[in-house]
């Protein structure tokens, strides 16, 4: 089986080929455009896809060596995301699925995420045994879910305000960093010392006198940001240059160990032994490193994406439909699918 999957939910326009559960292509184009202006403006992410959607299509079909009149399957990213962008990818989809008379499946792009770390792992539809905890986060998402064998899955946790990659990318504002600034904080990290400064975390045995965070899931990055800023309005430009990289370790730290604290708290409640993470910020250096090093020292099995699967992109994308498909779903040709904003407008059963 071909499967088509087509992903433009934020600032990525890609598309991907899968041939029987295995990835012959993923083209990924990320957009510069919105650099100057520290973040994804949305009209011009549509209009960056709109311009993109047909070529990069053809050069995912064209690298897996195969025609158009070869796919059995489209699939596209239906939310959530950006509206007018999840649009331009979801409308295309579906059209040249009509137009060849072939199924469409649309994707929740947030469940392609959570089984993002098994694409890399020869076979797509692997997952592990049992039950396992996904930790999926990224410049729009943090979410903590349980997943069971039977791919369904329960949000357990959630950002009660900003998401980890938004945090980073916001607090690398402040220093004056380039956007997107989790990679650039994560480099500059490299070279500093994450005890430099302590920065608080929210919801964490750390912030809270009583036991109460033992049964709470949930995520709070609002607080760092105005730490951050307040603690950079009394120092020097001199001062924040010369320790630059000693400021950028702090806030990664504060950020990464709330993520490992929150998932390894919910795998030990929940007595499961298998944690994933997925989503862009799981290509952070810092925050792979403490959780294997958590995971390794509590028996506990981590997957993680590649890399280039760990943004978006529209192999996960592909490789959803197919684990759904070999699972028994229906390959249906309905071609009114409706886009859908936010996570909890799309959330079903994977």
């Given amino acids: 089986m071909n499967i088509l999957g087509i992903e433009t939910s934020c600032d990525e326009t890609s598309a991907a080929v899968l041939h029987d ?6 083209i990924v184009s990320s957009q510069r455009c919105h ?61 040249m699925a009509y137009a060849l ?20 792992e020869g076979d797509s539809h692997h997952a592990p045994e049992g039950s396992f905890v996904s930790l999926t986060v990224s410049g729009g998402h943090t979410l903590l879910s ?14 009660l305000d900003d998401a980890a990659g938004e945090a980073f990318d916001k607090t690398g504002k402040m220093l004056g960093l380039p956007y997107p600034a989790g990679p650039v904080i994560d480099k500059l990290a490299e070279k500093g010392d994450p005890a430099f400064h302590k920065f608080p975390r929210a919801l964490t045995s750390q912030s809270q006198t ?4 033992i049964d709470n899931f949930d995520f709070s990055f609002s607080g760092l940001k105005t730490s951050v800023l307040t603690w950079l309005q009394k120092q020097t430009p001199e001062f924040i240059e ?59 099995t981590l997957h993680i994406p590649g890399t280039v699967y760990s943004t978006d992109n529209a192999a996960m994308i592909a490789t959803l439909a197919g684990v759904k498909l070999s699972r028994g779903m229906k390959a249906e040709r309905l071609y009114n699918i409706a886009p859908y904003a936010s996570f909890a407008a799309g959330a079903r059963k994977a």
């Avoid at 708290?265 to 007595?271: N, P």
């Fill in 35 to 95: 650099s100057a202006f520290g973040g994804v403006v949305p009209e011009l992410a549509s209009r960056e896809h709109e311009r993109l959607i047909v070529s990069i299509t053809d050069s995912a079909v064209t690298e897996a060596n195969i025609t158009k009149i070869e796919l059995d399957v489209i699939a596209a990213t239906a939310g959530p995301g950006l509206i007018g962008a999840v649009m331009v990818g979801l409308c295309f989809a579906q059209g």
């Fill in 146 to 159: 349980v997943v069971d064998q039977d791919l369904s899955y329960e949000v357990i946790g959630r950002t």
């Fill in 210 to 213: 009583s036991k109460s965070y």
């Fill in 21 to 26: 559960g295995r990835v012959r292509s993923n």
């Fill in 101 to 120: 008379e072939i199924p469409f499946v649309p994707v929740n792009h947030i469940e392609a995420h959570i089984f993002s770390p098994f694409i890399n």
């Fill in 242 to 300: 010369l320790h630059l990289s000693d400021i950028a370790a702090s806030i990664q730290w504060a950020i990464v160990s709330v993520l490992v604290e929150k998932t390894m708290l919910a795998a030990r409640s929940r007595g499961i032994k298998s944690v994933s993470i997925a989503g862009g910020v799981s290509a952070n250096s810092a925050l792979r490193k403490a959780m294997k090093e958590e995971c390794d020292n509590n028996g506990v």
